[in-house]
């Protein structure tokens, strides 16, 4: 059984950086490609960032760039998200995702596997 599992949200003040973990196990690791997304309420999933674990390429949405960084642990079979400089806008449920292959792409419909999701709070 393919399980993702997110870790490291909470509540916080905004400023501060979170950094947030998705493990995944009973799937061929190096084969996936794995998203991080968020949803907030009422919105739109949104997909953030992704590495491919080929080759370690990541993709960033441009709204994120310069203040998220996706990393890939292979020993640990963990994707993590280090978010700094936290804003009340980034409050949602982040999700991890894996997609068989190399590609890299931030559509979440093209994803087969999710997590149940960690929250994020940021208080202003």
């Known amino acids: 059984e393919v399980q993702l599992v997110e870790s490291g949200g909470g509540l916080v003040q905004a400023g501060v950086s979170l950094r947030l973990s998705c493990t995944a196990s009973?799937?061929?690791?190096?084969?996936?490609?794995i998203g991080w997304f968020r949803q907030a309420p009422g919105k739109e999933r949104e997909g953030l960032s992704c590495?491919?674990?080929?080759?370690?390429?990541?993709t960033y949405t441009d709204s994120v760039k310069g203040r998220f960084t996706i990393s890939s642990d292979h020993a640990k079979n963990t994707v993590s998200l280090q978010i700094n400089s936290l804003k009340p806008e980034d409050t949602a449920v982040y999700y991890c995702?894996?997609?068989?292959?190399?590609?890299?792409?931030?559509?979440?419909?093209?994803?087969?596997?999710w997590g149940q999701g960690t929250q994020v709070t940021v208080s202003s």
């Open positions: 995702a894996a997609v068989y292959g190399s590609s890299c792409w931030l559509r979440p419909l093209i994803y087969d596997y």
């Open positions: 009973g799937l061929a690791y190096d084969d996936y490609a």
């Open positions: 590495i491919n674990s080929v080759d370690g390429g990541t």
